[in-house]
């Protein structure tokens, strides 16, 4: 039983770090239908900057240079790239988003080199013990910290200016241009937020029980397309779900996975996959994503 | 057409074919072995832009059907005399039983395709990389686990592709020599067989579907349909351009087919050009070319440094490269590298890069 | 369409026309006999070596998983070279060598294999057991030069060209085991935790594991992972459940961060022993630090980077003056006696007069005592066993030079003796 609860906890916690990143994906594709598979990239910027510089400036404004600095290579990224190619097939800028992947990737991977960067978090190794249930500090924090962001950015969708920009530029384009609305402003704001998102969720993911941030790090954000897909791509909510269920899944297959043999070893990694197929299969619009209506 | 013999593209055409016949006989094993990578990749780029260039279907999961052809292939013409199992089927028609093998995945993979659209089929055949992977590595009596398996070599008309040594007109034939004949056969009759399915209906039919697909079921395609068979096509040509990669490899690498390879392949018809046969090719050949030449004259290329003295290496540089190849050609020349060859007109920006 | 396909006919018999006529010219046509020959010096010579200089290839990985080992190894290989040459060479010959960076991708490392394979004498760096799996055939077929696989996977045994330098992870492991069982407590009935990589390194060293445990009468609980899974909790949590009392890991440096980490976080407070891949100083600097200093040993298959012996003072010196930036590791030794055994082979080849890979080969085949200075001897007469069944156990500590001190001298354990590698 506490084996089934630290799992679980564990599983949360790490399904709202996927979470955060799922909903910065989520973001990018209500406001420009663009699958962003340069997601990776930009939460290796966003952890790279706060590891280096949290050394020199303290921590906190670290992080928020990370957070900073995600936003604006995902701006730069909006501003530079895929708003040049407005209105082209959405498979097409899903293929450009991977070129900028490979930049980006290719680059801070050769800054990173074969480091393993400490975020310098204040948590360290410190544990919280309820009953016989141990949790990491971290783990709670980064729970803590996603549900608040979540929470903050469903609000702000919801009820600010932006946030109804955004909706109206996702519901349809055209329309919410000739309403005044300025899909370039959207679009650019969404892969900043996106951006910021990303550096967050890098934080938690490069904190302990992990060692530090190396350059195979992004390769959680692969566990964020699960995530989205999951819950819908096109909406906030299935992002959130999706995350979780992705974070609980991967931590009891994983934990379990001396019960599972009969599905080989190492079935952790798989699990998100083969629940997002099934999820598919009944639902191919995701959980919550808006079933697609077509006019000729 | 009467004035074929004319026309400088014929003799272009001729002086080509003379080149790429006569190459074996002067060069050396590893520009054979990379074109021989190239040829593998250029027929995987040609499933692929049937699927993702000409039908509009985005798929992460080609490395996946490479793989089935590879190890669809040891597992048909191996004997089992390495433990693995194997029905020990003569090479031809376990090369043939691959490429059907990787078709039924692609078609058992198609009720999911067929319900999922853009964005939602790109990131589930994400699901098959990491299937995949899964099971080349756990399933370990038939693909060998970790380490892989080894290849059988092919015998095809008394030749048997191994490294046995041949001497054609004095210049020894190993394995490199004798498979590059088979790989440029192999890509000509793909070419040709890709270019006569999109010149003809099937492919203006993939084309409307691609453009819009509901559009297209109100004009009577079946749309479900042709998508299934876009589907399992494209994974055909993936399981022949993996059979030939296992042919060159030798050795079947479980790590091989990951998603980075599948990444390679949509950033090959994005460079070459999307939904033409030619751009595919051109594609294939560019991407996998790339790193090769760079890791060869690293010493003398600037800004890319030998590896261990610092600097950018040159597996960087080649990605950096075909990084920015793929974000620069679709902003400058939508139509892929082929556009160049062409020097046809782009087609006005807005609308999809389409050609056949 | 018919007169395209008439066109293709005549370009493809203009072709065939064209080769017959062009073969005889061609530079790759047989020509009596290409072995090489011998030179002034009356040493025999082949593929790889002429009057002046020794090519050797170096096929490593800088740029993919393996990057911090690739980089540690052919450093160290490069500055062995640069001092063999300092020191007038092998047979009057400066050795050269060639490095490909092949970032752990099959294609790149086979492109790399092919193209350095006519040009070299012999490889003293291959990463990547999968990849030296594919070459394989070539290597023991009719290429035949010498290879030193940076890998200490039994399935690499048996070759005569393929020589592994030290013990192999199943024998390390049963080693490590053996550690456990008599300085660490661990009683017959008890269960021993294994965390171990899918692929080569964790297998092979699983196999060693359920060895050992069947030996000495342990059960072990499984757990695989991926190079990229870097979080332990699930891990830690399920193999507390299970009751483990001790735990072997066979991953990498940052799975050992994690794991001793969580373990000593959730008061799971027992031993762990990684493989020598499972250790990296720079750990140290990491929050989990001082767990790994209290809880974390590792098995070696030579004393590490800061042994105390006097080549291993050297070469610490000489590795900081050389590379001031870059961490001291195991990687270091890895590379340096790769590069030494290949060098003593080279040497004893020329006192034979016979520099051909064959040559090398045999030489090799008579290195049967060889002291690396790194606290064990090497056998190399026998290509289906590993040159040793040594291994060392060490701990980490920041202290010393390289981040980890011995603990138990080099020892082959009863277990190990009996031991069939690859069986």
């Known amino acids: ?296 | 057409m009467s004035d074929t013999l004319t026309r400088p593209r014929t003799y272009l055409w001729a002086l080509g074919a003379v080149l790429l016949l006569a190459l074996p006989f002067y060069l050396e094993r590893f520009w054979l072995q990379a074109g021989l990578f190239a040829m593998a990749a250029a027929i995987g780029a040609i499933g692929i832009n049937l699927l993702t260039g000409s039908t509009g279907q985005l798929s992460m999961g080609h490395a996946f059907f490479l793989a089935v052809g590879a190890y669809g292939y040891c597992a048909f013409a191996g004997d089992g005399s390495d433990g693995l199992s194997g029905l020990g089927l003569p090479g031809w028609l376990a090369a043939v039983g691959a490429v059907a093998l990787a078709g039924a995945a692609g078609g058992l993979f198609s009720p999911i395709a067929g319900r999922l659209r853009g964005a939602y089929l790109g990131i589930a055949t994400l699901a098959l990389i990491f299937i995949g992977q899964h099971v080349l590595f756990n399933a370990h009596d038939l693909t060998g686990g970790f380490n892989g398996r080894a290849v059988p070599p092919l015998s095809l008309l008394g030749v048997t592709f191994d490294e046995s040594e041949l001497l054609v007109a004095q210049v020894p034939f190993g394995a490199a020599e004798k498979l590059w004949y088979l790989g440029l056969a192999l890509l000509l009759g793909s070419a040709l067989f890709a270019r006569g399915v999109l010149r003809g209906r099937p492919g203006r039919a993939l084309n409307a579907i691609r453009d819009h697909r509901i559009a297209a079921g109100v004009l009577g395609i079946p749309v479900a349909r042709y998508r299934a068979a876009a589907f399992v096509l494209s994974s055909m040509y993936a399981g022949l351009a993996g059979v030939l990669l296992a042919l060159v490899f030798q050795r079947t690498v479980p790590e091989y087919f990951g998603m980075l390879l599948s990444l390679e392949y949509l950033a090959m018809i994005v460079i070459g050009g999307l939904g033409s046969v030619a751009g595919a090719v051109v594609g294939g050949v560019f991407v996998s070319l790339l790193p090769q030449v760079l890791n060869r004259y690293s010493d003398a290329l600037p800004l890319v440094s030998a590896p261990g003295t610092g600097g950018i290496a040159p597996g960087e540089a080649s990605r950096y490269l075909y990084g920015a190849a793929v974000v620069a050609v679709v902003l400058f020349l939508p139509g892929g590298l082929v556009r160049l060859a062409a020097r046809r007109p782009a087609p006005p920006s807005g609308t999809t890069a389409e050609e056949r | ?423």
């Open chain 3, 1 to 423: 369409m018919t007169m395209r396909r008439h066109r293709r006919l005549a370009a493809t018999l203009t072709a065939l026309v064209a080769l017959t006529a062009a073969a005889g010219c061609s530079s790759k046509a047989k020509s009596g006999d290409d072995a090489g020959g011998q030179g002034a010096d009356g040493v025999k010579t082949g593929r790889g070596v002429d009057a002046k200089t020794i090519q050797l290839g170096v096929l490593t990985d800088m740029t993919g998983v393996y990057a911090t080992l690739g980089k540690s190894v052919t450093q160290a290989q490069q500055l062995y070279v640069k001092q063999l040459n300092a020191a007038g060479g092998v047979c009057g010959r400066t050795v050269e060598l060639t490095v490909r960076d092949h970032g752990y991708d099959p294609q790149k490392a086979l492109a790399g294999y092919t193209e350095l394979e006519p040009k070299v004498l012999g490889f003293p760096q291959f990463i990547g057991s999968p990849f030296v799996a594919a070459v394989k055939q070539r290597i023991d077929g009719q290429d035949k030069g010498l290879v030193l696989p940076q890998a200490w996977s039994a399935s690499l045994l048996g070759s005569g060209h393929i020589r592994v330098i030290g013990s192999t992870y199943d024998i390390e492991t049963i080693n490590a085991v053996d550690f456990l069982l008599k300085e660490k407590g661990l009683r017959k009935g008890d269960k021993l935790g294994h965390v171990y990589f899918e692929g080569d390194y964790g297998e092979n060293a699983l196999k060693g594991s359920k060895h050992a445990a069947e030996k000495a009468g342990l059960s072990v609980v499984e757990q695989k992972i991926k190079p990229t899974d870097n979080d332990m909790s699930a891990q830690v949590a399920a193999l507390k459940q299970a009751g483990v009392k001790a735990i072997v890991l066979s991953a990498g440096p940052r799975q050992a961060a994690s794991l001793v980490g969580v373990a000593a976080a959730v008061k799971l407070t027992v031993p762990v022993i990684g493989n020598n891949s499972a250790f990296a100083p720079q750990l140290l600097a990491t929050q989990a630090g001082p767990a790994l200093e209290k809880m974390y040993y590792v098995a070696s298959p030579s004393l590490p980077i800061g042994a105390d012996t006097p080549v291993a003072k050297k070469l610490v010196a000489d590795y900081k003056a050389a590379y001031p930036k870059d961490a001291l590791d195991n990687g270091v030794v890895a590379g340096w006696s790769a590069a030494q055994v290949f060098g003593e082979a080279l040497k004893k080849a020329c006192a034979d007069k016979d520099l051909t890979r064959e040559g090398v080969g045999k030489a090799l085949l008579t290195l049967n005592a060889h002291d690396a200075g790194f606290g064990m001897t090497h056998d190399f007469s026998d290509p289906k066993a590993p040159s040793s069944r040594q291994s060392a156990v060490i701990q980490p500590d920041k202290s010393v030079p390289g981040g980890a001190r011995v603990v138990r001298e080099p020892q082959v354990s009863d277990a190990a003796k009996a031991f069939t590698p690859g069986a």
């Open chain 1, 1 to 296: 039983m506490t084996t089934f609860a630290e799992l679980l906890l564990g599983g949360v916690a790490l399904g709202s770090v996927y979470a955060l990143i799922a909903l910065g994906f989520v973001v990018i594709f209500r406001a420009t239908e663009v699958v962003n598979f340069a997601h990776a990239s930009l939460l290796l910027a966003g952890g790279y900057v706060t590891a280096v510089l949290h050394d020199d400036i303290g921590f906190w404004p670290a992080l928020a240079a990370g957070i900073a600095g995600a936003a604006l290579v995902g701006a730069a990224v909006e501003f530079l790239v895929m708003r040049r190619y407005r209105g082209r097939d959405h498979s097409v800028l899903a293929i450009v988003t991977i070129g900028v992947d490979i930049l980006l990737t290719t680059e801070l991977a050769r800054r990173i080199g074969t480091d393993v960067l400490s975020p310098g978090d204040p948590w360290g190794d410190a544990v919280v013990t309820i009953g016989s249930v141990t949790i990491a500090q971290t783990r709670i924090a980064a729970f803590l910290a996603a549900a608040l962001l979540i929470t903050a950015f469903l609000l702000a969708f919801r009820f600010t200016s932006w946030g109804v920009a955004m909706r109206a530029a996702a519901e349809s384009p055209s329309t919410a241009a000739l309403m005044g609305v300025r899909l370039g402003r959207v679009s650019l704001g969404a892969w900043a937020v996106a951006g910021g998102l990303a550096a967050v969720a890098a934080l938690f993911l490069t904190v302990f029980p992990t060692p530090g941030l190396e350059r195979s790090t992004s390769l959680a954000a692969l566990k964020a397309f699960p995530a989205a897909i999951l819950g819908g791509l096109d909406s906030t909510t299935g992002a959130l779900v999706g995350g979780l269920l992705v974070g609980v899944t991967e931590s009891l297959a994983t934990g379990y996975q001396g019960d599972l043999t009969f599905l080989g070893r190492g079935i952790g990694d798989l699990a998100p996959y083969l629940v997002m197929v099934v999820v598919l299969l009944i639902r191919p619009a995701g959980l919550f994503g808006t079933k697609e209506l077509a006019r000729v």
